[in-house]
């Protein structure tokens, strides 16, 4: 199945996350080697990771369902509506990460304190599920749960089932004329050699 562009930027978006959880997200470890470095999903800010894992998951697995023809789980949201709510879960998540790591009674080095890889990748990821979510929303794109059928303008068997009693009608008036045509001009034949019949006895 060919995915539409938006849902190419979910994807990799979400995918992007997801490893991004696996990666450092601070570091304030300082030229002596002490300090603490915590990966996405460890120290005490573990379940913002989690969060954004899950988060990351579900996104990447609504578009893989599509991708190898599954059915999708119901969802209370339009799916565009689920990844820009998704991917807004997942930015409040990281920044609130970020002020909690930079604030002055977090962390053993206080100058030393640096933002890891997995949270800018954290960052980059979810932007990217929001922005293509944006998109397919302020396009007004037919999301994959589309409601109601799309009906033809003209129901060609119907019209069909229409037209053809009145073939049918229009075949046998036609018989019927030819028959009546027939028989006149039988008529006129018959008519017209009695007449020239007599015309001879005289």
Known sequence: MKLPTVSKLVMV???IAVIGVFL???NDIDKYGFGDMFLGISGPLYLAGIIVLLSGIASFSMIAFRLFDKPVPKLPLKENQFYVFSSSV???MLVLSISVFFHN???VSLVDKSIGVGLYLGLFGSGIVMLGAIIALRNREISFDVEGNLEPLIDVNEEHRKTQPLDEAMKVKSAVQDSIDEFTSHAERDSTQSADTKDIQS
Request: aromatic share 34%.
């Open 13 to 15: 978006g979400s995918f």
């Open 24 to 26: 450092p997200w601070y």
């Open 105 to 107: 009674s977090f962390g």
């Open 90 to 92: 997942s930015l409040t």
